[in-house]
């Protein structure tokens, strides 16, 4: 490729690939070693810092679900997450506050409850992260497919 | 010797065979006795014995290179092609559920609001057929389009309208898989109701998504 060509196609790339690596750095996790890449959906505010954190604490103190996490993980959703319709379930277990978040069947998608004032990583999240990811794991392990 | 492909140029030696700088091609090779030990650029020497002796049949010059030039050709073609059929495939993908396997077709429109949610409503198809067999069958055999612009419930909810046969309008956000699949369920709860001729019954609609609740989240 001649030099006015190049210049013309980097021209013309460069914001595409700016832009693409700007929406991944603000809406993924990724790792290369071990190899890591999980799709976080969180609040525009707090972003996905605290989240990034929390992954990072789970992976310097438990290397296995850090590791299970990246497997059987692929979309962190920071929602409240409900285990019934409210308006048919009064089950008090639903509100349970002490509940930071779930994992969702027939999916890699685990919901993390949001964090409230603080915007600081919390250890609770962390056994969370680990929870859920063992729990997915132990879920697709006995799946086919 | 002048090309006999465009006879515009002079042929050329280039690794011991003839070349022409207009075509950019190689059109033929040279005999034993002209190759020469030095491959390069014009050899005159070997040009003169390439113009005095080599005599070669106008048919073998004239297929090798539109040998060359079809079997380029067809290769950009079926790049483009393949290209072409991944990327309509991708977009389409987008606006579709299909599963072949067990006969279930649906379409499912964008929203006006941009919430670019059909993704999420395709992962909970998925989560219904691999968790609630039984519910996702029910979907596919009433519900033929899914759209997903804000309707009655307003945001982040779903609606039936009689009026509008299998069809649902399901409204949720493009994060939230779990909302995506209740609803999916407590529409088509309803869209039953309406192919059954019986009224609207919200309560049985809401058992049947907390069913689903409880069956697709674990704590």
């Known amino acids: ?145 | 010797m002048v090309c006999p492909v465009c006879n515009q140029s002079q042929v050329v030696t280039k690794n011991n065979r003839l070349f022409c700088n207009s075509c950019l091609i190689y059109i033929g090779t040279l005999p034993e006795n002209a190759k020469s030990s030095n491959p390069g650029p014009t050899n005159p020497a070997v040009a003169s014995v390439v113009h005095t002796e080599t005599r070669f049949s106008t048919q073998k010059l004239n297929d090798q290179p539109i040998k060359g030039r079809s079997l380029a050709i067809i290769k950009n073609l079926t790049g483009v092609f393949v290209a072409l059929v991944v990327l309509v495939t991708t977009f389409f993908s987008y606006f579709f559920y299909a599963d072949f396997e067990n006969g279930c077709y649906i379409k499912i429109y964008p929203s006006m609001n941009l919430e670019f949610s059909n993704g999420t409503i395709i992962s909970g198809l998925k989560v219904l057929k691999r968790v609630a067999f039984s519910d996702y069958k029910k979907v596919c055999e009433r519900i033929k389009t899914i759209r997903t612009d804000v309707s009655c419930a307003g945001y982040g909810g779903g609606c039936h309208y009689s009026s509008d046969n299998q069809t649902i309008y399901v409204s949720s956000s493009r994060e939230n898989l779990v909302a995506a699949a209740t609803i999916i369920v407590h529409e088509t709860c309803h869209e039953i109701q309406s192919y059954e001729k019986r009224p609207g019954d919200e309560i049985e609609c809401y058992q049947a998504d907390d069913k689903i609740y409880q069956k697709i989240v674990i704590h």
């Not at chain 1, 001649?2 to 914001?15: A, R, S």
């Not at chain 1, 929390?54 to 993980?73: F, G, H, P, T």
């Not at chain 1, 990583?121 to 006995?142: F, G």
């Open chain 1, 1 to 145: 490729m001649n030099k006015p060509k190049l210049i013309f196609f980097v021209i013309l790339f460069l914001p595409v690939v700016l832009g693409m690596g700007y929406y991944v750095s603000q809406f993924y996790y990724i790792n290369t070693s071990p190899p890591c890449f999980i799709k976080v959906s969180t609040n525009v505010v707090s972003g996905i810092g605290p989240i990034t954190v929390e992954i990072n604490n789970l992976q310097s103190s438990d290397k296995a679900a850090y590791e299970n996490l990246c497997r059987y993980v692929d979309h962190i959703v920071e929602l409240p997450c409900l285990a019934g319709d409210t308006v048919v379930n009064t089950d008090p277990k639903l509100f349970d506050p002490k509940i930071q978040g779930c994992f969702v069947k027939g999916s890699k998608t685990i919901y993390l409850k949001p964090l409230n004032q603080e915007t600081n990583p919390t250890p609770d999240r962390v056994e969370a992260l680990k929870r859920y990811a063992t729990i997915s794991k132990e879920y697709w392990s006995t799946q086919s497919n």
